[in-house]
């Protein structure tokens, strides 16, 4: 999740520029940069980390007007997705005479290089970005036409993207497309012609304008002071006041917002890694499973949950034993490292200090080592043998949501992808297993009328002495997600537990004011979760039950689509339990996004 400004008019377009991305650094900070048309020139700068390390570069420069008395520029904050955060990796890309900023992921760039590289183009760096520019050359010194060109160069990319693009052929121009990702344009009247703004949100555009379109998935155009052309119709709107809530894209939270994204995040999370009938890792080569008896996971928190899901998959999938590993305590353990186990971490930040202690360790014995990990050029990362990046975008909540999902996913994939190496998984069980993939994001998408009735449930959830989250199988996992998600952002009191464990104690805490959330997926031990629910009502537990099937004992009932497929039901569940801890947390009045003594990321022991 990269953020990307541009803008038409006679004022200061650095200043502009700069003050943009300020607005969107929450959206990525391993680089950011900026290109400005001056004249017959287009100067830009790039830096690592923040943008204030990009505003001391461009401190020094004053704002010229092109012979137009124009001043035209686009800006981008980097989230890496392909290469390192490095300058040269940063945006803008560069062509013979033209730049482009870009936010998204170009499914098809490894062919579209190749092409170009056979063309004669040279690339400078390791983005799937680069290919854009150099592929919108290749067409304009075919034609001499920049319109024709652009409109080729969009055609050809597959992916999730918006782009902005500049070229000294047309130096009164900014092109733009808006394909997946989001991208807001804005404009203002003024004595000397139309000001234009562009940005991947509204926030940078609040005070310069007021009038905005949200881009909808396959608008282009070209902008000038003169004039403003889509390839289809638009609706322009008035824009917010409001910085914060235009940040949040009009949620209340950002913990809300990241719950509603999920649906699209996972879809960047899958992006160039499924094919109509296999699962591509480009970043980790199949061998590295080769003589692998066991594979070990090891991780903190939610990521600990999401590794606890994957050993189930990992077996179930791979035939390969899979162990999880709490880092924190794997660490002091004296645990057993034998070379002929896959050590796989992972980790939202990539720096969590148990979790990386416990890698240098792996590595230290010899085992072969991935990281799962959100931030590129993070310490697991350079230490791993491999990485593979969920892609979830900047997490502002501290309580994480698609972190888990995303994780979820992606160790999902992996276990596939080991499955198919290790021919293991059928061809037809595969394909099924993609097709089962390909509707993740659909589960993801939060239902109005399931949020209104967890808004609703949440008022009768705010007192008792504790609550039980309890599930089978991957549903245990969840449970514990779940409880740990309302422990964090309400205070109050939650265990996630193993359902058939209730009789095994934890019921004799069981009595009416012990609320008893229970997953109970259609496809997956529904006749023996029921079973431990109706035991557990049996002594007055309150039950709220979450499952696409009726079920007459629940005290509350959250009633869930009917898919065809446990991990379908997974996902949904997720998104519900997601949604009743945030509304609980609410109206207990509590700080949603900084719950209290809780940091984002842990990096001390």
């Not at 949040?248 to 999370?269: L, N």
């Not at 969590?352 to 590595?363: C, P």
């Not at 969920?390 to 080991?418: D, N, P």
């Not at 595969?430 to 109005?448: F, K, M, T, Y």
Request: with cysteine.
């Amino acid at each position: 999740m990269c953020g990307i400004v541009g803008y038409i008019g006679t004022k200061n377009t650095s200043e502009i520029l700069i003050d943009g991305l300020k607005e969107l650094e929450y959206r990525g900070y391993d680089s950011a940069g900026i290109a400005i048309l001056d004249n017959d020139t287009i100067d830009i700068y790039k830096a690592l980390g923040k943008i204030v390390n990009l505003e001391e570069k461009v401190s020094h420069k004053e704002c010229v007007l092109t012979k137009d008395n124009l001043s035209i520029g686009i800006g981008h904050t980097r989230w890496a997705t392909h290469g390192k955060p490095t300058e040269l990796n940063a945006h803008p890309h560069l062509g013979e005479y033209s730049y482009v900023v870009h936010n998204g992921i170009i499914e098809n760039y490894k062919e579209l290089k190749d092409e170009l590289i056979e063309a004669g183009h040279k690339f400078v760096s390791q983005t799937d970005t680069e290919v854009i520019v150099h592929l919108f050359e290749f067409y304009f010194n075919q034609n001499n036409n920049a319109d024709e060109s652009f409109n080729k160069t969009i055609k050809r990319l597959e992916g999730a993207y918006s782009i902005l693009l500049i070229t000294k052929s047309e130096p009164n121009k900014i092109f733009f497309m808006k394909h997946g990702s989001p991208m807001a344009i804005a404009k203002n009247e003024t004595e000397d012609g139309t000001e234009i703004f562009f940005a991947s949100s509204d926030a940078p555009l609040i005070g310069h304008a007021k009038d905005v379109v949200y881009l909808e998935d396959g608008v282009s155009g070209v902008a000038t002071n003169c004039s403003l052309n889509f390839s289809e119709d638009v609706v322009w709107s008035t824009l917010s006041t409001s910085k914060q809530f235009a940040q949040k894209d009009g949620y209340r939270f950002f913990m809300e917002k990241e719950i509603y994204e999920q649906s699209d995040v996972v879809i960047d999370s899958m992006l160039g890694r499924i094919a109509d009938e296999n699962i591509i890792f480009d970043e980790v080569d199949s061998s590295i499973i080769e003589g692998i008896n066991e594979i070990k996971i090891c991780a903190c928190g939610t990521s600990y949950h999401a590794g606890l899901t994957a050993s189930y998959l990992f077996e179930r999938l791979t035939k390969v034993r899979c162990t999880v590993e709490i880092a924190s305590e794997f660490r002091y353990k004296e645990p057993l490292l034998k070379d002929d186990t896959l050590f796989i971490v992972i980790s939202q930040s990539g720096e969590t200090a148990d979790t990386l202690e416990a890698l240098k360790m792996a590595k230290k014995a010899g085992l072969n080592s991935i990281a799962v990990c959100n931030v590129d050029n993070s310490s697991m990362t350079r230490i791993a043998d491999a990485t593979i990046l969920t892609r979830a975008g900047i997490e502002k909540g501290v309580a994480s949501t698609k972190a888990f999902s995303t994780q979820t996913v992606v160790l999902w994939m992996m276990a596939l992808y080991f499955a198919k190496a290790k021919d293991e998984i059928s061809q037809d069980d595969l394909n099924e297993q993609i097709r089962v993939l390909r509707e993740v994001p659909s589960s993801l998408e939060v239902v109005d009328k399931v949020h209104e009735k967890c808004k609703r449930l949440s008022k009768r959830y705010l007192h008792g002495h504790g609550f039980f989250f309890i599930g089978r199988d991957v549903f245990f996992p969840l449970a514990l997600e779940g409880a740990l998600k309302l422990k964090e952002i309400s205070y109050l009191h939650a265990e996630g537990y193993p359902a058939g464990e209730m009789k095994h104690g934890p019921i004799a805490l069981a009595d009416p004011e012990l609320f008893t959330i229970a997953l109970m997926p259609q496809h997956l031990h529904y006749d023996k979760i029921k079973s431990n629910v109706e035991e557990l009502s049996a002594r007055d537990s309150t039950i709220c039950a979450i499952s696409s099937l009726d079920f007459e004992l629940a005290d509350d009932f959250v009633k869930t689509k009917p898919r065809d497929h446990y991990m379908l039901e997974f996902f949904e569940m997720l998104i519900v339990l997601q949604v009743l801890s945030m509304e609980i947390s609410v109206r207990l009045g509590n700080d949603v996004d900084m719950p209290r003594n809780l940091a984002k990321s842990v990096t001390v022991e």
